[in-house]
């Protein structure tokens, strides 16, 4: 995904509905300082988001875990 398209995926997402998905699947943010991104993890699922900003994280996230259960 190219970075206009994510970002732009980025801003069409309400904070609400981010709050909602990361109480709905049980979302941990962690910031990983050797890197400088965040990690966004479920304990509903495997799947694991990275960005550079929280939010992105979880948009990462939400991404990853709509892919695996499209399998």
Do not use: C, P
Request: no cysteine.
């Amino acid at each position: 995904m190219s970075d206009l398209h994510e970002m732009a995926e980025e801003r069409k997402r309400s904070d609400v509905s981010l709050m909602n998905f990361m109480q709905n699947n049980r979302v941990s943010v962690m910031y990983v300082g050797d890197t400088r991104r965040w990690t966004a993890k479920s304990t509903d699922s495997l799947a694991e988001g990275i960005g550079k900003s929280v939010r992105a994280a979880i948009i990462d996230l939400e991404r990853r875990m709509r892919e695996r259960s499209t399998i």
